[in-house]
């Protein structure tokens, strides 16, 4: 079949990160199509987060990446593509309740501190200090105050517009069925319905689906979904504006500027899917929302008459070793990889954008991302 | 006043006893167990609250606990739809405006 | 988690029928509603239905609500209230508030009969306090006896407008105007005739361009529509009313069973979203049915139907009876079901163009532009006959499946023909007593006694009357036009109200002769 | 669905209309002239439309305006209500506080 369509780079997802890399290189002035299997822009994970925008807690192969986008990016974000994305930067708060847990916040707060992030452990009257709203079981937290929030939604949606007023090409409901390499180098996307789409490069950034796609030319991330779900309440007049999570993992949000309160987490059981991430939109179980609300009511016995106006569920596609994989595929020149987020792609979404478009166009990039290459998993011993 | 006395089908509407609530602190009165929303419209009440983004007024649109066009402040809490919950003696509503009672 | 053979969602005409026939095959049966009331959308019907005697016709909604749910006592349902079902989960767990906690269950099967939601139209104004759907005006006045308001304009004229602008006058309420954008009356002329001679004025082809007021609503402002439905200039009317009631169409409301993960397609025909079902409203996921409103939009009579049919095909799902068993019931159902689907307002009919009945009479155009029909045009229709003496007059012009007159007349003096759609005759040779039970057993309110010619230059019509204050015997009014005319003086010779009415009372009034064909209503002077 | 649309295709621009200040989304306050405007930036889709409006994401859900939104995007885009998809249907049915969400009647298996 003849090619009808040729880009520079041909992306494959329309998530909040094909769409950032789309709005990076055609600031560039390059020419993009973006593939999207799903009929929605950002049908994924991108839509399907807390929104928070944290360096805190994180690995720090990562850590650059997400206090670059905090430094550079993140503040001038939303003059940028001329969308609120909603963007707070007034700290988080991991809270714990328990010893154990204040043993597991220490340990993640001396790493980051490592890395030279601004983060501390707090006493809980610190930590009412700042949250007011907070139980007293709280006995303390780790504090980051650049960390912060934004709109999941909006923002993925703001840089998908602003990437097409700039001439990228989206293209919805195409499924991806494999990629090919042509004389050597990867060149083009084929698709379900027959199309074939051809690029200098190609980025795989599909969330889970990429295994699968990847797996076409014999490149494997290991990964597996996990399914996360969010309760949204009613609007309430506002409360406090830090991102929340806790030691125990039991919830993690923030109360978004529409005044509502997005809180995410989990039954403890989701490990083992009947579907494997197989549907478009994920179904929620029917007890994990009241068990996020157990949650909730822990740490804020205030919200206990907060009304839940919507629960959705989403797939987080988790790497072997939590991290992402981004970036070239040695052996298979034409191929850039971006997934395997592990549930916290969307604070250094912007970020990935951006590095990656300079990848691309100069063939490195000004963060370290090396330790989220491909090739590095090995055996154990 | 706006009650019907006796209809020509249904015949005179059964209701509970006469309750007393109030309304902005102004004390009416109402059928125990009717929606709050049929004992304000009973008294004449048509505000039930005022919108967040554009200030405007709102009341009783469907009636049956769908738009929630008409919630209001009751007994402290907000966004409650007046439509289809019950009329207590004693409860305290409030015209709600924007998330808080009026004059919050 | 408690499991249950069947679950039922909605406890409206089609989830009690549907729980009427597994409970009384033995199976353990629950039916969740989020209403104080079970009976859904019934108890707020207080007209009375259209059909033959199976489908419960001259019954007033709220009576065959009753009962059904005295049916479903007597079965063994049990029927949950204030129980709100918040989510149709996978594997079919059906989760439900009910007070101060959440409770999962499991069902076998899933029935749900969760019926249909308003549609509204916007317009400026729409917002303000006194802009209301017409379910809240029913839901206000015949359910908490509430009046909505003193004088409202209805926008729509389907049934639902029709059948509620007349509810609004029961209710004591003044209805300014009836007003929609198509050129013709969606809903039964008999339905839009009673309200029409009452004096209520029609104006089709016409929109609201404007509701007034600032905190409520002080009034509003219509205006005629060209073809492509957009206002003309210079053609606005301004009614000074407090209320505006909306009854512009239902949706299925389907989103329980969009959750559920069946497939579904949206139907322009079946009024939106629907499940995708087979003819016996079982969706693509095995033992989850659809019954009723929520699976395609039509009348209460046919949401019972469907509901006994999921019924039936539940307890052959689970093994309460023979497949046999099955087909033969749902084959006299879809009989039942199919005669209600016929005539002019038959689902298959929808948006086609109707300009005769079935006889090969013309659609009186004033009926469907007006909602009443012309003395002229009234002449063209086999129930409208002049005799000597007591007669019945039939003004029934539209083919609608509907019979009660037939039994409802002890000398047998009417007949519909072997089709129910067809329009009323009266038999050759019939002798008329005057009893009245026709004008009570119409459902249209279409049939009228009259005495031509009383032989002292008066006549005598009988007409429905369902108002308060009922006007004494020997007070003198007037005699109404089928639009609501002051046509003369009249005088009223009695008023007969007797249980078989069932609250239809029948006012005879005395007219000049002349107007024995014209006066169809009276108003107290 | 799934079927193949190019976000590219020419819609045409945008074009004012006077009724563009009538309000649509009643618990979000969105106008007509505000979901016109999103699908020339590009919402094409009724789920895009809420993440970007919040259109049918208030206290009601879009019980009232999802079939009006529907409209309004179906014509800008020059095709018919019935080839847009509707939202999700997401659980809770109706507004439920966090306090009798989390109050589960006690059962001794989780499914």
Not at chain 1, 79 to 86: I, P, Q, R, T
Not at chain 3, 169 to 196: F, M, N, R, T
Not at chain 3, 289 to 315: H, N, Q, T
Request: proline content about 4%; overall charge negative; charged content about 25%.
């Amino acid at each position: 079949m003849a090619v009808k369509n040729k880009a520079d780079v041909i992306i494959v997802g329309a998530g909040i990160i094909g769409c950032a890399v789309a709005y990076y290189l055609t600031k560039k002035g390059k020419s993009v199509i973006v593939l999207e299997a799903s009929d929605n822009i950002g049908n994924g994970g991108s839509s399907r987060n807390g929104g928070g925008v944290r360096q805190s807690g994180r690995d720090p192969r990562e850590l650059p990446l997400a206090m670059y986008g905090i430094e550079k990016l993140w503040p001038g974000l939303s003059d940028e593509l001329g969308v609120d994305c909603e963007y707070h930067k007034e700290g988080n708060l991991r809270l714990g309740k328990t010893e154990k847990h204040l043993e597991i916040l220490q340990g993640l707060t001396e790493r980051a501190k490592a890395c030279g992030l601004d983060v501390r452990m707090i006493d809980a009257k610190e930590v009412k200090q700042i949250n007011p709203h907070l139980s007293d079981e709280v006995i303390g937290a780790s504090w980051c105050p650049t960390d912060g929030h934004a709109n999941p939604m909006v923002t993925t949606l703001a840089f998908y517009r602003k990437a097409r007023m700039q001439g990228a090409r989206f293209i919805t409901g195409e499924p991806v069925k494999r990629l090919r390499k042509v004389k050597g180098r990867l060149r083009e996307v084929l698709t379900e319905s027959g199309d074939v789409y051809e690029g200098d490069f190609v980025l795989v950034a599909a969330g889970y689906a990429s295994r699968k796609i990847l797996g076409t030319v014999g490149v494997d991330v290991p990964m597996h979904v996990e399914l996360m779900e969010c309760l949204v309440t009613e609007a309430e007049p506002p409360m406090f504006n830090q991102m929340l999570g806790t030691a125990e993992a039991d919830f993690y949000g923030h109360q978004s500027d529409h005044g509502s309160f997005v809180f995410g987490g989990s039954s403890g059981l989701e490990l083992n899917n009947k579907d494997e991430g197989a549907k478009n939109s994920p179904g929620n179980a029917a007890i994990t929302a009241p068990c996020i609300c157990r949650g909730i009511m822990k740490y804020f016995p205030e919200l206990a008459d907060a009304k839940i106006v919507r629960t959705w569920a989403g797939y987080i596609d988790i790497c072997q070793d939590g991290v992402p994989v981004l970036g070239f595929v040695d052996d298979i020149p034409g191929l850039v990889v971006a997934c395997a987020f592990s549930g916290h792609g969307f604070g250094i979404a912007p970020a990935v954008g951006e590095q990656l478009a300079m990848l691309i166009t100069e063939g490195k990039t000004s963060v370290d991302i090396s330790g989220l290459r491909y090739g590095r998993f090995q055996a154990k011993i | 006043m706006n009650r019907i006395e006796e209809h020509p089908i249904l015949g005179e509407p059964q209701k509970g006893r006469e309750v007393t609530f109030t309304f902005d602190g102004k004390e009416m009165k109402g059928c125990e167990g009717e929606p709050i929303a049929m004992a304000l419209k009973a008294n004449g009440v048509m505000i039930h609250r005022y919108t967040k983004k554009e200030h405007k007024p709102r009341g009783i649109f469907c009636a049956i606990g769908r738009c929630t066009d008409c919630v209001m402040v009751v007994n402290g809490k907000l966004n409650v739809r007046t439509c289809i919950t019950p009329l207590e003696e004693g409860m305290v509503v409030q015209t709600q405006d924007g998330v808080t009672a009026k004059g919050a | 988690m408690k499991r249950y053979e069947v679950i039922i969602v909605g406890a409206g005409p089609s989830g009690l029928s549907a729980a009427i026939e597994a409970a009384k095959r033995g199976i353990k049966t629950i039916v969740f509603d989020e209403n104080e009331k079970p009976g859904g959308q019934l108890f707020k019907q207080i007209h009375k239905f259209f059909g033959s005697k199976k489908h419960h016709a001259k019954i007033r909604g709220f009576k065959i609500g009753e009962e059904l749910l005295k049916e479903a006592d007597e079965a063994g349902v049990e029927v949950v209230l204030n129980a709100t079902v918040i989510g149709l989960y996978a594997d079919k767990e059906v989760v439900v508030r009910r007070g101060d906690e959440v409770s999962h269950y499991k069902g076998d099967t899933v029935i749900v009969a969760t019926g249909a939601a308003e549609n509204m139209v916007t317009f400026p104004g729409w917002t303000l306090p006194g802009v209301i759907g017409a379910g809240a005006a029913q839901t206000m006045m015949n359910l908490h006896g509430i009046k909505p308001g003193k004088k409202i304009l209805m926008l729509g004229s389907g049934n639902v407008g029709l059948v509620v602008s007349f509810q609004l006058l029961q209710a004591g309420c003044e209805v300014a105007a009836l007003v929609d954008a198509a050129p013709k009356i969606g809903g039964y002329g008999v339905h839009a005739s009673k309200v029409a001679r009452t004096g209520v004025p029609f104006y089709l082809s016409h929109t609201i361009t404007k509701a007034h007021g600032e905190d409520h609503v002080t009034g509003v402002t219509i205006s005629k529509v060209d073809e492509h439905f957009s206002p003309i200039e210079g053609t606005e009317k301004y009614f000074d009313v407090d209320t505006i009631c909306m009854a512009v169409g239902l949706s299925p409301m389907s989103q329980l069973l969009k959750m559920s993960g069946c497939q579904m397609e949206d139907n322009p025909k079946k009024g939106g979203q629907v499940p995708i079902t087979d003819e016996y409203g079982e969706t693509s996921v095995p033992g989850l049915f659809a019954a009723g409103d929520v699976s395609g939009i039509e009348e209460a009579s046919s949401a019972m139907i469907e509901g006994r049919m999921a019924g039936v095909c539940v307890a052959e799902y689970l093994g309460y009876c023979t497949e046999e068993e099955k087909e033969q019931i749902l084959a006299e159902l879809k009989e039942d079901l199919e005669s209600l689907r016929q005539g002019m307002f038959a689902p298959a009919n929808r948006g086609k163009e109707i300009t005769e009945t079935e006889e090969g009479i013309a659609v009186s155009k004033n009926l469907l532009q007006h909602g009443f029909l012309t003395e002229k045009e009234v002449e063209k229709y086999p129930g409208v006959v002049h005799k000597v003496g007591v007669h019945p007059v039939m003004e029934c012009t539209q083919n609608i499946p509907c019979n009660p007159c037939q039994d409802a007349c002890p000398r047998g003096c009417i007949t519909i023909g072997e089709n129910i759609t067809y329009l009323p005759i009266v038999a050759d040779g019939s002798k008329c007593s005057g009893c009245g039970m026709c004008v009570a057993s119409c459902s249209g309110q279409a049939i009228f006694l009259v005495d031509e010619d009383c032989g002292d230059g008066s006549a005598t019509v009988t007409v429905p009357y369902e108002f308060f204050p009922i006007p004494e015997e020997g007070s003198k009014g007037f005699g109404l036009s089928r639009n609501g005319e002051k046509l003369c003086e009249a005088t009223v010779v009695s008023v007969k109200s007797v249980a078989a009415y069932d609250h239809t009372n029948l006012l005879t009034m005395r007219v000049p002769k002349e107007y024995a064909m014209a006066a169809r209503f009276f108003k107290a002077g | 669905m799934n079927q193949i649309v190019d976000r590219s295709r020419d819609i045409g621009e945008f074009v004012p209309q006077p009724d563009d200040d009538m309000l649509v989304c009643r618990c979000e306050e969105v106008t007509k002239g505000e979901i016109r405007k999103a699908v020339h930036d590009g919402m094409w889709t009724i789920t895009e439309i809420r993440r970007y409006l919040r259109t049918g994401m208030g206290l009601c859900q879009g019980q009232t305006c999802a079939r009006l939104v529907k409209g309004i995007v179906a014509r800008e885009l020059g095709i018919s209500p019935a080839q847009l998809e509707p939202a999700t249907a997401r659980s809770p049915m109706r507004p439920i506080e966090m306090k009798v969400l989390g109050k589960e009647e006690v059962s001794d298996t989780w499914q």
